[in-house]
């Protein structure tokens, strides 16, 4: 005979609606009890699917209110409208959760009551750590860690081919700014900046590389990172910053200082904004498919367990006259 409700919530010593709410992830639960009615059903081996079977399958999308809103990094939305589509694919209802880390994050996703969760950008590890342990589908993407899966660009890829791609123009002094190296991409795109040095037999001069301060708007703290470098004895003759709003920035501060781009100072970005695209002059930048990242992400979320742990999708460098005009 098939395992039923009723067996569960005997075997776990509880009601047939305290099971209930566990396998729907509905609130009202603490998590120990939640996990340990979810491990009681999975060893006796209820089908937890027949009870969920009439529900439509909800995921929760989590973006980080002050490293990755919407209005602070247009990246984020283009992800999101790629969720929205693999979600109307799939059947499953998305809904939104902008968050920090002192935000009662538990209790916020229990209003959402997920089946799944995909968590898009930065988090602080701890935010990560609290997630997993609700015992859910979680994917990442646009970040790593642990054993979490997750979709990113190929970070490390986009630095060198930016950075190569200014040394091949022929510049000399090719300069690096850069976010919080706390985030993935940032830290694996300053990677690839290296790896392009290092080839080129240019020894890598750490004056060049400079992170915007933090506890600024992404714009001001980039702002800051280009003046730094400007008032080097030897400024360099070359850009590349970690993100298109960086590089924005960069090209506001150059103008400012009565330097011409690309004659003066050449700056590629990264992302391929809009903004980027109608910039004067247009900024060099490294396209990565927004969407795909989010539409990859809903798949990776539902067929983790089937799918390698970390996967990348490829960037392509779209040249503009930021660097050869």
């Known amino acids: 005979m098939p395992v039923t409700i009723r067996d569960v919530a005997e075997a776990s010593g509880v009601s047939i609606s305290t099971v209930s709410r566990a396998l729907k992830n509905q609130r009202g639960l603490s998590d120990e009890t939640r996990r340990m009615i979810r491990q009681v059903a999975r060893d006796i081996g209820y089908n937890a699917a027949r009870l969920r079977g009439a529900k439509a399958k909800q995921l929760a999308f989590m973006v980080h209110r002050q490293h990755s809103h919407f209005s602070t990094n247009p990246f984020f939305s283009d992800v999101l409208h790629g969720v929205e589509e693999a979600c109307r694919r799939f059947g499953i209802v998305p809904t939104l959760l902008t968050c920090g880390p002192t935000d009662p994050i538990r209790e916020q996703l229990r209003m959402h009551e997920p089946d799944m969760i995909l968590a898009a950008g930065y988090f602080e590890s701890e935010v990560l750590d609290m997630v997993a342990g609700l015992d859910l589908p979680i994917a ?18 986009g630095g060198y081919m930016a950075t190569r791609h200014l040394l091949d123009m022929g510049r ?14 940032i830290l694996e795109r300053a990677q690839g900046y290296r790896r392009a040095l290092f080839e080129a037999g240019i020894l890598a001069d750490p004056e060049l590389e400079v992170v915007a301060p933090t506890g600024q708007l992404h714009d001001l703290g980039a702002s800051a990172a280009m003046q730094q470098l400007l008032r ?30 690309p004659g003066d100072i050449a700056i590629v970005g990264f992302d391929d904004t809009l903004a980027a695209a109608q910039a004067d002059p247009p900024i060099t930048t490294l396209r990565v498919d927004r969407q795909e990242l989010g539409r990859f992400g809903v798949e990776l979320v539902l067929q983790g367990a089937s799918m390698p742990r970390l996967n990348t999708l490829p960037v392509e460098l779209i040249v503009r006259a930021s660097t050869s005009g």
């Open 140 to 157: 990442l993407i646009d970040f790593s860690q642990g054993d979490l899966p997750s979709v990113n660009p190929d970070n490390a890829v």
């Open 172 to 185: 000399k002094r090719v300069a690096y700014i850069s976010g919080s190296l706390a985030h993935v991409s």
């Open 232 to 261: 080097l004895r030897k400024p360099p003759d070359a850009v590349f910053a970690y993100n298109d709003a960086a590089a924005l920035a960069a090209l506001r501060t150059c103008r400012q200082a009565g330097l011409s781009v």
